[in-house]
């Protein structure tokens, strides 16, 4: 009988965590009796979570030490603010004296919280700063993206600073979110209602496609498990090489599709024989074409 496959964009914080680590492995930091939660929110009349939204710890993943940190999307939307901030930092800053497999943070988030303003703004780059000082000192630090929210604004950044994602379907990276473009743009520009629109430009599909996510995953916590492991003590470069590499990559691809208007266009231009069925592969199906692509251009 094949196992029960756990949905891992229907799990809070914890179940995801819970299912990625091995079991009773998990210690949180700053746990529920800690009681850390925002300062400035009940100034507003908002209300508070006793965590702020995020979940850190440390455990065991595969038998190896991991740090993990896993954003509760049902909770404003898994934004980012001061006290959220300070507990990702502070997460990511302990890999530099444990030195564990891996840092793996579970991204489920719209940005930064709006309702905090600057000391959001503050705490993302808090983020990112210890992010390349955990990757600087050899620590792999892996992002996994498949909530409800997707990975938007600063939170993409921080994902995209990383040495490994992981995407599933449902996942979806971008700096703006749909509602966002349309407000600036127009909707002739982007048609925030056009879910499949929305995905086409921004869903995990696509972002493996342009080799901006390292793997695509069916949406079980035991695909997102196995990936994690395949990366732990497996950092990948940062020099100044590296750097630069990246930026002739981004310039190159802005040249190439800078006339194509949808993802599909795309696709199309990358030697996808069907592109208007990727919508409607599977993972497995999914990745064969990839694969295929991939054999294809070396």
Not at 258 to 280: F, H, K, M, S, Y
Request: glycine residues 12%; hydrophobic residues 40%.
């Amino acid at each position: 009988m094949r196992p029960v496959r756990r949905s891992y964009d229907e799990a809070t914080a914890r179940g995801r965590i819970d299912g990625l680590l091995d079991a009773g492995t998990f210690r949180e930091f700053c746990g529920p009796t800690a009681r850390r939660s925002s300062p400035h929110l009940p100034a507003l009349g908002l209300p508070v979570s006793f965590d702020d939204g995020v979940v850190v710890g440390e455990g065991r993943l595969d038998g190896r030490p991991v740090l993990i940190g896993s954003q509760e999307g049902g909770f404003m939307g898994g934004s980012v603010g001061e006290v959220h901030g300070a507990k990702l930092t502070g997460l990511l800053e302990r890999g530099l004296d444990v030195e564990p497999a891996a840092v793996v943070l579970l991204l489920d988030s719209g940005g930064v919280r709006l309702q905090e303003a600057n000391a959001g703004l503050i705490a993302m780059g808090e983020i990112q700063r210890a992010v390349f000082r955990v990757r600087a000192a050899g620590v792999p630090v892996i992002a996994a993206i498949g909530g409800r929210n997707g990975c938007y604004g600063g939170m993409s950044i921080v994902a995209r600073s990383c040495d490994w994602i992981v995407v599933s379907e449902q996942g979806r990276l971008s700096i703006s979110g749909p509602e966002v473009i349309e407000a600036v743009e127009g909707i002739e520009e982007f048609d925030a209602q056009d879910r499949a629109l929305v995905w086409r430009t921004m869903g995990g599909k696509h972002r493996r496609l342009l080799g901006e996510v390292d793997a695509l995953v069916e949406n079980s916590i035991e695909a997102f498990r196995m990936a994690v492991i395949g990366w732990l003590e497996q950092p990948r470069p940062l020099d100044l090489a590296a750097v630069e590499a990246e930026h002739a990559r981004l310039e190159a691809r802005l040249r190439r599709f800078a006339e194509c208007r949808d993802g599909l266009d795309v696709w199309r231009d990358l030697g996808v024989e069907r592109p208007e069925e990727i919508p409607e592969l599977d993972a497995d199906a999914f990745n064969a074409v990839v694969a295929s692509m991939e054999e294809r251009d070396r």
